[in-house]
């Protein structure tokens, strides 16, 4: 069965570091999520894209957060520098629908990531 | 705005209880609903969503949900509980493809 792959499982880092994060969605599928959840809460929308394009970052903190798929196919959301405040789970999913038509989203094992 | 509200962050249920975990919605129009679990260390799976139709959807592992319009819930039910259950619960809510997650009820199970 297709599967949405997310690398690495956990990150540790310091603050005011760089970290990257890889999603790989299940082939074919045009429109990819991030979301970012914070313990204790439900996942929050960060960034959407459907094929190459973005379709929404307004929740993306841009000054730090950056999100990109070079290629339509996998991507790769980046924060420089971390902040304390940004330990959470981020996940990514993918559907097979266009942006604004709701299709199932399948969900990544996501990327814990805790910055001390 | 958009919301959705889950009022329990954590329940425990006895092995072979019944299970009934709560999820209220705030949209201008009636959203599709659904309902995901989250294992330790895993991504989320759905189990069952409501788009329109017969407000009682049944989903995957015996789980089933309610739609009530008079009281914007949409409840999800098992009948008897297996300790495999235990896990965090999210209900969501969506008006197009941007989903809308609750803040999650753990569930505990005791053998």
């Known amino acids: 069965e297709a599967e949405v792959a997310q690398s690495p499982r956990y990150k540790i880092t310091e603050k005011s570091q760089a970290v990257a994060f890889w999603c790989d969605p299940i082939?074919?599928?045009?429109?990819l999520y991030w979301y970012r959840q914070i313990l204790g809460q439900g996942p929050e929308l960060l960034v959407q894209?459907?094929?190459?394009?973005?379709?929404?970052d307004s929740q993306l903190p841009k000054d730090r957060f950056s999100a990109e798929r070079l290629k339509g196919v996998d991507s790769t959301l980046k924060i420089q520098p971390a902040e304390l405040g940004d330990s959470a789970m981020y996940l990514c999913?993918?559907?097979?629908?266009?942006?604004?038509?709701?299709?199932?989203?399948?969900f990544g094992p996501g990327t814990r990531l805790t910055v001390l | 705005a958009q919301s959705v509200t889950q009022p329990d962050i954590h329940i425990t249920v006895s092995e072979g209880a019944s299970l009934e975990l709560r999820c209220n919605y705030s949209?201008?129009?009636?959203?599709?609903l659904f309902w995901y679990v989250q294992s330790p260390g895993q991504g989320l799976q759905l189990l069952l969503k409501?788009?329109?139709?017969?407000?009682l959807v049944q989903g995957i592992k015996g789980f089933e949900a309610e739609f009530k319009r008079s009281q914007s819930s949409f409840n999800l039910r098992k009948p008897s509980v297996h300790w495999s259950d235990a896990a965090e619960y999210f209900c969501?809510?969506?008006?197009?493809?941007?989903?809308?997650f609750g803040t999650g009820t753990r569930l505990a199970v005791r053998p």
């Open positions: 999913a993918s559907s097979s629908g266009l942006a604004g038509n709701y299709n199932e989203q399948f």
């Open positions: 409501y788009f329109s139709g017969d407000t």
């Open positions: 969501a809510g969506s008006s197009g493809d941007k989903l809308t």
């Open positions: 949209y201008g129009a009636t959203p599709y």
């Open positions: 894209f459907q094929d190459e394009s973005v379709v929404d």
């Open positions: 082939s074919g599928h045009a429109t």
